[in-house]
């Protein structure tokens, strides 16, 4: 976040305001090994503020490590299993102002060859908090602590005694007469009467309580040992994050599973969850937006999510079916293959956070990136500097291949904004949840050329999701009329486009007025079918091919912010002139397309060429090589459109729309 607008965040915080994002108390971040140090820097502050890094290892079975500044650096505790502190030189060997630095541990931390993710969880009011304490052999103690909110769920850890297992108290976890069920993080047992934690009437915005069982105090507080505690928050329409210091960003709940779906309605879209079943034995499962965790629909064997196990040293598994998807404004749990996490009648816990940014983008360069780049046919790691939730490549050589759409919502299934045909997922193509800021392609050999041949030029254009920028909705349709599709794009979205992932259907795309398709060159019909809000959008059509019963389909949002983005219209005069967007330094991606007759849907990006002279464009509705003229020339408030007859896009009278970038 810029620095500006953190001192506005601050001012207006004090004076009852804005609060905290998402993106300065949370972070899930991923890496490479190299054996040697590194710098991970994920934005949050906590050498200042303190707090949580978890890590773990992706590709190898090494166990994870927890991390905090209340014990130190070079100090790590393992989830899976009973030791106490175990001293590791290489590991975490600083926490930083914007996150941290690893060290040479190839093991656990920074081996060369292996993938890693952390979750960092920074100290703030309502969110997280960190404490720690020396045993006094007293049975209901209580701890004071700095979250002033709702506990959520509190994980408790001997750190000087090795045999000592994590005891875990949730909010929902069932209680006797005077004590909380604990949970164990390191085993997969159900709940326990352990009487570990007090009643939950005990623990209170301020202070928890201990329990009461003299024969398990070693596990929370024997004489002369010394613990941690990991308090994580419960936002209930109490949350004081966001620009206007109003929003929920953690809740801890349950759920009962059934025979069908399951759906948690949370009130935000998660990107980190942790779930476990607490009346019956069952992993600890992690999972999170950045390494692979989609939407699949409402199909269980085509999609695979990326599960990690708090209470194992396991790798990363694929299972055969995603069993949680994430949604719009909450969860979605399926009775899937072997019914894990969604048992018929089984109670599980869950703890989420939710996904960020909240804070709206002050520069296009924040949420949009551009790249070109000549196909190698083998795997390799494209950076970007944003995270990209959304890619569109052009094979800008080819004349055969067009335009395909990869988002993080659906990977790898893949879209062409051409073509008619559903979702595919091809073999080495496109990946998300290998980098931080970017995305893997690998030798595209399924599809010849459609992102790596290496008899190919392509160029990348990358959204970041954000507030009244962009956003990405997966929704199953109903084939009833008036279905109601939440969003995050936080205003009424001016351009909204669509496709059925699972049909050979059309793609659409709409405004408040009319409407017309992606894949063709066609006039734009009116009135609109869908009606907008800052939070939903209304499917009015009954079985189309908008809301077909049982179809999966994926949306794509677009808004105007000033500065930013624009979305807009203009008549076109036959000659040239200015479409003023309200940016300063031009615009670096412009979409233009005609609506009252015949058009392409143009695209230029200045990575290209947007100049004075001729600039290359490409049609996302062709598949025709890259074709350059002067049909567009450059201007600080936006561009400008000129009349020539290669490109129609600036006739006399004629209507047209606009999509534009700064």
């Known amino acids: 976040m810029a620095t500006k607008k953190k001192m506005l965040q601050a001012a207006a915080g004090n004076a009852g305001g804005a609060g905290l994002d998402i993106t300065e108390v949370f972070s899930t971040y991923l890496w490479d090994g190299n054996s040697s140090s590194q710098t991970i820097n994920n934005g949050i502050d906590l050498s200042g503020e303190g707090g949580l890094v978890w890590a773990k290892v992706r590709n190898q079975g090494y166990p994870g490590g927890l991390y905090d500044t209340e014990r130190g650096v070079l100090n790590q505790l393992r989830p899976d299993n009973t030791d106490g502190t175990?001293?590791?030189?290489?590991?975490?060997?600083?926490?930083?102002?914007?996150?941290?630095?690893?060290?040479?541990?190839?093991?656990?931390?920074?081996g060369t060859g292996n993938n890693y993710a952390s979750w960092t969880f920074r100290k703030a009011p309502k969110f997280f908090d960190c404490v720690t304490w020396t045993g006094d052999n007293t049975l209901n103690r209580q701890i004071s602590h700095s979250l002033n909110t709702t506990i959520g769920s509190i994980f408790v850890k001997c750190t000087s005694t090795a045999g000592t297992d994590w005891m875990v108290y949730h909010k929902?976890?069932?209680e006797t007469s005077t004590q909380s069920n604990s949970l164990i993080l390191n085993l997969t047992y159900e709940q326990l009467n352990w009487r570990a934690f007090g009643k939950?009437?005990?623990?209170?915005?301020?202070?928890?309580t201990l329990g009461s069982e003299a024969a398990n105090r070693a596990f929370f507080n024997a004489s002369g040992s010394t613990y941690v505690a990991y308090l994580f928050a419960h936002n209930n329409s109490d949350g004081t994050f966001g620009p206007d210091g109003d929003q929920d960003?953690?809740?801890c709940g349950?759920?009962?599973?059934?025979?069908?779906?399951?759906?948690?309605?949370?009130?935000?879209?998660?990107?980190?969850?942790?779930?476990?079943r607490t009346d019956s034995a069952e992993d600890w499962l992690i999972l999170d937006v950045m390494r692979g965790w989609v939407n699949s629909g409402d199909d269980v064997s085509s999609y695979s999510q990326k599960d990690l196990l708090a209470n194992t040293s396991g790798a990363e598994a694929t299972p055969s079916y995603a069993g949680v998807t994430p949604q719009p404004n909450g969860f979605k749990v399926r009775s899937?293959?072997?019914?894990?996490?969604?048992?018929?009648n089984g109670t599980y816990i869950y703890m989420a956070v939710r996904r960020g940014q909240l804070a709206l983008p002050e520069a296009g360069t924040e949420v949009f990136d551009v790249n070109t780049r000549a196909g190698t046919g083998a795997t390799a790691e494209i950076?970007?500097?944003?995270?990209?939730?959304?890619?569109m490549t052009f094979n800008r050589t080819s004349g055969s291949f067009g335009c395909g759409v990869n988002t993080r919502l659906t990977t790898p299934f893949y879209l062409r904004t051409y073509s008619k045909n559903p979702g595919n997922s091809i073999v080495n193509g496109v990946v998300f949840g290998t980098k931080q800021n970017g995305f893997q392609v690998g030798s595209d050999g399924g599809s010849g050329g459609l992102f790596n041949n290496s008899s190919y030029s392509y160029v990348d254009w990358m959204w970041k999701r954000a507030p009244s920028f962009f956003d990405a909705v997966c929704y199953s349709g109903t084939g009833s009329s008036g279905l109601v599709v939440n969003h995050n794009l936080g205003v009424s979205p001016e351009l909204l486009i669509f496709k059925n992932r699972g049909s050979?259907?059309?793609w659409f795309a709409m405004t408040s007025a009319n409407y017309g398709q992606l894949n063709e060159a066609d006039s734009f019909s009116s009135p609109s079918f869908m009606s907008f809000s800052p939070t939903t959008f209304t499917i009015n059509t009954a079985g189309t091919s908008s809301n077909a019963s049982g179809q999966n389909y994926i949306a794509y949002l677009f808004a105007s912010l000033d500065g930013v983005s624009k979305v807009g219209s203009y008549t076109g005069n036959g000659s040239s002139q200015t479409i003023n967007a309200g940016f300063t330094t031009g615009a670096r991606f412009i979409l233009i397309k005609r609506t009252d007759s015949t058009g392409d849907w143009y695209v230029w990006d200045s990575l290209r060429g947007i100049v004075t002279g001729n600039d290359p464009h490409l049609s996302l509705n062709t598949t025709t090589a890259e074709v350059s003229d002067d049909s567009i020339d450059p201007d600080s408030s936006g561009f400008i459109v000129n009349q020539i007859s290669a490109t129609n896009i600036n006739v006399s009278s004629a209507a047209y729309i606009y999509y534009a970038v700064a």
């Open 336 to 344: 899937g293959l072997d019914a894990l996490y969604s048992s018929n």
């Open 504 to 506: 050979t259907t059309n």
């Open 254 to 276: 349950s759920y009962t599973g059934n025979s069908g779906n399951t759906e948690i309605d949370l009130g935000f879209e998660p990107q980190w969850i942790m779930i476990k």
């Open 249 to 251: 960003i953690i809740k």
């Open 200 to 208: 939950h009437s005990t623990q209170t915005s301020s202070v928890f």
């Open 86 to 110: 175990n001293a590791r030189a290489g590991s975490i060997t600083a926490f930083n102002s914007n996150g941290f630095s690893i060290g040479n541990d190839a093991y656990q931390i920074n």
């Open 172 to 174: 929902d976890c069932t």
């Open 383 to 391: 950076t970007s500097n944003i995270v990209v939730d959304n890619l």
